[in-house]
């Protein structure tokens, strides 16, 4: 009985300890999410700052000096946000991505499978 017990409690603390490993992956890809998720998020913010800088101008709240500094600043920044965005989602549906190419790999394989069936 009692190799019972400790026989479970081994199993249980096994589990225990390797199911952070077992759900890395998982992490790897609710990462990129929220990294594209804040890319999009800070893009908004700096198309809004444009915005409101448009805004401030034309109602005559900043000098033409001021408007063009900020304007160009905040668009630069806009730039690299968005060749970040693009990079995120090119990596996203990179053919380099090895959990991909299984996925590719295995429905090229049924599809073969299948085939040869039907002739």
Not at 28 to 46: A, G, H, P, T, V
Request: hydrophobic fraction near 40%; charge should be neutral.
């Amino acid at each position: 009985m009692e190799y019972i017990v400790l026989s479970v409690l081994m199993i249980l603390f096994g589990m225990y300890i390797l199911w952070p490993f077992a759900s890395i992956k998982e992490a790897y890809y609710i990462s990129k999410d929220r990294n594209f998720q804040r890319l999009l998020i800070r893009k908004d913010e700096l198309y809004r700052a444009i915005s409101d800088i448009d805004f401030e101008y034309s109602s005559g709240k900043i000098s033409d000096e001021d408007y063009n500094e900020l304007r160009s600043s905040y668009k630069s920044k806009a730039i690299k946000v968005i060749k970040e965005l693009e990079s995120v989602n090119n990596a996203a549906n990179s053919r380099d991505d090895p959990e991909r190419n299984k996925i590719i790999e295995k429905l090229e394989e049924e599809i073969l499978q299948a085939r040869k069936g039907k002739i």
